[in-house]
């Protein structure tokens, strides 16, 4: 009797880049069953995450919090993981921004035949370009975050410390109170989780951006909210402060005089804004920007943050991203009025 062989069945192998690690996007997708067999993480993705939480950034450690995930799912047999590829030189970790590191994990997938994972669209078109087979994990949508549950309509701002109830401050500038929104003191997890929120949805919101990330720090503007991030060592604990402007004021409310409006149309040469925190001074620069603007004339701002909510028209430089020079360069030659 003749034996009957069968063909052998591949192994499916899946290489994820650092976007969908940092995601947290590999893990579901094993546990809703899309992939499974063996996923290979190339050494150059943990080294970017360790870069990057040794300088303190959340997204370095919400990366390693997903390696840490596949190793679980590894060790209850859902999947086979294994780490391959050499380790990148410091120039290559510090030129990630460049692609260095996407082209490391590419060329492993290349390898291996195996199929990328990436949330990266520019990843994903170039790997498809080179023959190479792709998951692209397309940005989740938007959804609400925890930390805008803590706002009604009177609040101007929310603040949130482990160990201690949450408390908001509500009323209108000049004229606000502190409440406790709870009995309950908040946990560590409980912030670092929100945290965790916060920062997701900056990278996927068109309306979002993570203006500064240090060791300790953290600022984020998230549509109206400006979110301040802290934990140790720079602080004694995990602390979240949200601000969020109750008005929006064009600059005929301030009912300013006539000879003032009209300086300000036609010599303004240097405007000095002054006042204690909390007394409206962004709002009146905010309103400003877009008088000028309406005037038909090209403004852009310098801010840091970059917290004022402008007209499209109105470009928004950031001091955190650029050098002096740089924005004295951007300036000098595109003439802003």
């Known amino acids: 009797m003749n034996e009957i062989t069968y ?21 579901k997708l094993i546990k809703d069953g899309i992939i499974k067999g063996k996923v290979i993480v ?52 510090r030129m990630a921004w460049t692609g260095a590191i996407d082209a490391l994990i590419r060329e492993l997938a290349w390898e291996y035949d195996a199929t990328l994972i990436t949330g990266d669209r520019v990843q994903a078109e170039v790997a498809r370009a080179l023959g190479i087979k792709v998951i692209y994990v397309k940005p989740k949508k938007e959804r609400k975050v925890r930390l805008e549950n803590f706002f009604d ?39 670092e989780s929100i945290a965790k929120e916060i920062i997701e949805a900056a990278k996927l919101r068109g309306n979002g951006f993570i203006e500064i990330d240090r060791a300790g720090s953290t600022i984020v503007q998230l549509g109206l909210y400006r979110i301040i ?31 003032l409006l009209r300086r300000l149309e036609e010599r303004a040469e240097g405007i000095l804004i002054a006042g204690a925190p909390g007394m409206g001074k962004t709002t009146f620069a905010q309103a400003l920007a877009e008088y000028y603007s309406r005037k038909g004339k090209i403004v852009k701002t310098i ?35």
Do not use: C
């Open 229 to 259: 991030i802290a934990r140790p060592p720079l602080s004694d604990g995990w602390e979240i402060t949200a601000v969020r402007p109750l008005v929006k004021l064009r600059l005929e409310d301030y009912n300013l005089p006539k000879k």
């Open 7 to 27: 063909p052998a069945v591949e192994e499916e192998i899946h290489v994820p880049d650092t976007s969908v690690i940092i995601e947290g996007a590999v893990s």
């Open 303 to 337: 801010e840091s943050p970059r917290d004022m909510h402008l007209p499209d028209i109105v470009t928004q430089y950031s001091k955190t991203h650029a050098s002096s020079d740089e924005l004295h360069d951007i300036l000098l030659l595109s003439r802003p009025d």
């Open 42 to 93: 190339h050494r150059a993705v943990i080294s970017e995450l360790e870069n990057q939480a040794n300088q303190g950034k959340a997204v370095g450690f919400a990366g390693l919090e997903e390696i840490k995930r596949l190793r679980e799912l590894a060790s209850k047999g859902k999947i086979k993981l294994e780490i391959a590829g050499e380790r990148p030189k410091p120039s290559e970790i």
């Open 153 to 191: 309509k009177d609040t101007m701002s929310i603040h949130l410390k482990e160990g201690v109830p949450p408390m908001a401050k509500k009323g209108k500038p000049g004229s606000w109170r502190i409440v406790t929104l709870s009995d309950k003191p908040m946990i560590r997890e409980e912030i």
